[in-house]
């Protein structure tokens, strides 16, 4: 009787060995995504802060510009078409507009998987805890 308690008690430390790795996995693979997510929002935020700079700049020196002085070009795919001045002007207020409005809601986009790879963190390490307390 004594024998198959103890094999019964083995059998239960395996399972329950198997559900800890398959749980350890599943909070990695969580926290692979999330990391893979908040490098994607950063490239996002970089890319929105360049495009931002550049139109400003863009912008600033146009206005330096007088009114009827030059032609002006607009960017459309790989291929440049002539504007009047003040549809210039509009396009790049719009985009920096566009990219001041994204960027807030980007960088609380990203604190919130911060926060979330966070927990996932500590759950890990509980769980790490609690393998080692049961193993001892």
Do not use: W
Not at 51 to 73: H, M, W
């Amino acid at each position: 009787m004594g024998r198959n308690k103890q094999q019964r008690l083995k059998e239960n430390r395996e399972v329950q060995r198997e559900c800890n790795i398959q749980t350890i996995r599943e909070y990695e693979r969580k926290m692979d995504v999330l990391e893979e997510q908040i490098g994607k929002i950063s490239l996002k935020i970089a890319a929105l802060n360049k495009a931002n700079r550049i139109g400003s700049f863009t912008l600033s020196y146009i206005e330096q510009v007088p009114p009827n002085d030059g032609k002006f070009y607009q960017s459309v795919g790989k291929m440049f078409v002539c504007e009047p001045r003040n549809v210039v002007v509009k396009s790049l207020e719009t985009s920096i507009n566009h990219t001041n409005e994204e960027i807030p809601k980007l960088k609380e986009t990203l604190q919130k998987f911060d926060s979330r790879k966070k927990e996932q963190t500590e759950a890990l390490k509980e769980l790490y805890e609690s393998i080692k307390v049961v193993s001892t």
